[in-house]
């Protein structure tokens, strides 16, 4: 599912036309983007937590080449899935 799945899914859930649905969606992930920047967690009750964590700075190698590049530190976003999410039938 893609980000113009989920707005389809607004139409067909409201009686919004197509713009409205599109900006609310829209604003819904500049919202999460703008608060994981900030360094803020986001918490969808019955889906996930979204936080921004601190990438270690490492070693890597080039794998063309085999050189050592270092790797800067820096964040990275995270998800832990809510209880409902993880247990899902098929998961394993």
Same mark, same amino acid.
């Given at each position: 599912?893609?980000?113009? !799945?989920?707005?389809?899914? %607004?139409?067909?859930?409201?009686? +919004?036309?197509s713009p409205a649905?599109? !900006? %609310? =969606?829209?604003?819904? &992930?500049? $919202? =999460?983007? $703008?608060?994981?920047?900030?360094? !803020?967690? =986001?918490?969808?009750?019955? &889906?996930g937590v979204f ?6 700075? *490492? ?13 800067? +530190? *820096?964040? =990275?976003?995270?998800? +832990?899935?809510?209880? !409902? ?5 098929? $998961? $394993?």
């Amino acid at each position: 599912m893609v980000k113009a !799945d989920l707005i389809k899914r %607004a139409i067909e859930a409201t009686t +919004r036309e197509s713009p409205a649905a599109r !900006d %609310a =969606v829209h604003a819904v &992930f500049e $919202s =999460v983007a $703008s608060a994981l920047m900030r360094g !803020d967690r =986001v918490v969808l009750r019955g &889906f996930g937590v979204f936080y921004a964590a601190l990438r270690k700075t *490492g070693v890597a190698r080039n794998p063309r080449t085999g050189e050592p590049v270092s790797i800067p +530190r *820096g964040r =990275v976003v995270r998800c +832990r899935p809510a209880t !409902d999410l993880r247990n899902l039938p098929g $998961s $394993s």
